[in-house]
């Protein structure tokens, strides 16, 4: 019976364990000489759709009456959008805020006058060149307070893995040109990590404000193109 315990425990002894039997398969011996070098591809796409955040604000002697405007003028937008051919599920609520408005008297304690009410929507417009004329639509039913746009590309994938591609590539020929000025050759690819890929570039900004509608506004939007890039990092061994 001991001696079966003692079998035991040699064998436990000897088997390794999670963390050991994990790390031997993810770690490599490389026998000649270790290159590690960064690649970046690159690839332009016109942007899609443009992200626009409209509001209405109202301002008036008391809370309900400052609500209720906001709310009716939104209606009237919402109601502009949906006329417009915009679907409901690019329209989200972003917004809504309800302050009071003090008026500060020198050597007098505050005294309220007023409240303002905001309320926004963020606007995914698919249709770039016609959103500046929805736009002008909303001011005229409205809205008077706008911001953006946000240039995206909605599905970016495709042009991603071009940009992958190209990284690779460019590894790949970076490398063959360390190799030959050191009289080596590329004998394989160690390892290849993703440390970065496409990202939405910040807003154009259009101020935001109070608008006074004083003629027929022409607004256009010009979605230009937009970089997207990947960046990899790998490492090869030269022999």
């Given at each position: 019976?001991?001696?079966?315990?003692?079998?035991?425990?040699i064998?436990?002894?000897?088997?390794?364990?999670?963390?050991?039997?994990?790390?031997?398969?993810?770690?490599?011996?490389?026998?000649?000489?270790?290159?590690?070098l960064?690649?970046?591809?690159?690839?332009?796409?016109?942007?899609?759709?443009?992200?626009?955040?409209?509001?209405?604000?109202?301002?008036?002697?008391?809370a309900?009456?400052?609500?209720?405007?906001?709310?009716d003028?939104m209606?009237?937008?919402?109601?502009?959008?949906?006329?417009?051919?915009?679907?409901?599920?690019?329209?989200q609520?972003?917004?809504?805020?309800?302050?009071?408005?003090?008026?500060?008297?020198?050597?007098?304690?505050?005294?309220?006058?007023?409240?303002?009410?905001?309320?926004?929507?963020?606007?995914?417009?698919?249709?770039?060149?016609?959103?500046?004329?929805?736009?002008?639509a909303?001011?005229g039913?409205?809205?008077?307070q706008?911001?953006?746009?946000?240039?995206?590309?909605?599905?970016?994938?495709?042009?991603?893995?071009?940009?992958?591609?190209?990284?690779?590539a460019?590894?790949?020929?970076?490398?063959?040109?360390y190799?030959?000025?050191?009289?080596?050759?590329?004998?394989?690819?160690?390892?290849v990590?993703?440390?970065?890929?496409?990202?939405?570039?910040?807003p154009?900004?259009?101020?935001?404000?109070?608008?006074?509608?004083?003629g027929?506004?022409?607004?256009?939007?010009?979605?230009?193109?937009?970089?997207?890039?990947?960046?990899?990092?790998?490492?090869?061994?030269?022999?």
């Amino acid at each position: 019976m001991k001696s079966f315990f003692f079998a035991l425990l040699i064998g436990a002894a000897t088997l390794p364990t999670a963390a050991g039997a994990q790390q031997s398969t993810i770690s490599q011996t490389i026998a000649g000489t270790r290159l590690d070098l960064n690649a970046s591809g690159e690839v332009t796409r016109v942007p899609d759709v443009a992200i626009i955040s409209a509001g209405v604000v109202s301002r008036a002697p008391t809370a309900t009456a400052a609500l209720q405007d906001t709310a009716d003028r939104m209606s009237r937008v919402l109601a502009a959008l949906k006329r417009a051919g915009v679907e409901g599920r690019d329209i989200q609520t972003s917004n809504v805020n309800l302050n009071p408005e003090y008026r500060y008297p020198q050597d007098q304690a505050p005294q309220l006058v007023g409240y303002s009410a905001t309320n926004t929507v963020a606007i995914r417009f698919r249709d770039i060149r016609n959103s500046g004329k929805i736009l002008d639509a909303l001011v005229g039913q409205g809205a008077n307070q706008i911001n953006g746009p946000s240039l995206v590309i909605d599905k970016p994938e495709a042009a991603l893995d071009e940009a992958r591609a190209k990284a690779i590539a460019i590894g790949r020929a970076r490398a063959d040109l360390y190799a030959r000025s050191l009289g080596m050759r590329v004998v394989r690819v160690v390892s290849v990590n993703e440390n970065g890929g496409y990202a939405m570039p910040p807003p154009v900004p259009m101020m935001a404000r109070d608008i006074m509608v004083t003629g027929a506004a022409k607004t256009e939007i010009a979605p230009g193109e937009q970089k997207l890039q990947v960046n990899l990092a790998m490492t090869f061994e030269l022999q």
